[in-house]
Nanobody
Framework: QVQLVESGGGLVQAGGSLTLSCAAS????????TGWFRQAPGKEREFVATVTWSGGAAYYADSVKDRFTIFRDITKNTVFLQMNSLKPEDTAVYYCATTTTATHSPVYSSLYNYWGQGTQVTVSS
């Protein structure tokens, strides 16, 4: 069973950068993609970005495209989310998640089988 551990969250000023890490233990060849979702207070959880383990195809939400970059290190079973030009509206708990469902659109939270505990990202104005 996959276990996901996030790290790298924190407090940053608007315009700053943070890099989140998601270490996946127990990963198998059936794991299709690992990505990030976020949930702000009073809002629903939303898709941020995801990357496939085979091929490294990346998908982004429109709200983070051109500011965030997701990539994976297969040797370390780790997925990174580099976040630049952060805005106060990026403030949320960020969750790492893995799906075993091969799909052309891995952006729906319902597809994801395994979830981490989350890490807080706070962007001050």
């Amino acid at each position: 069973q996959v276990q996901l551990v996030e790290s790298g969250g924190g407090l940053v000023q608007a315009g700053g950068s943070l890099t989140l890490s998601c270490a996946a233990s127990g990963r198998t060849f059936s794991d299709y993609a690992t990505g990030w979702f976020r949930q702000a207070p009073g809002k629903e959880r939303e898709f941020v970005a995801t990357v496939t383990w085979s091929g490294g195809a990346a998908y982004y939400a429109d709200s983070v495209k051109d500011r965030f970059t997701i990539f994976r290190d297969i040797t370390k079973n780790t997925v990174f989310l580099q976040m630049n030009s952060l805005k106060p509206e990026d403030t949320a708990v960020y969750y790492c998640a893995t799906t075993t469902t091969a799909t052309h659109s891995p952006v729906y939270s319902s597809l994801y089988n395994y979830w981490g505990q989350g890490t807080q990202v706070t962007v001050s104005s």
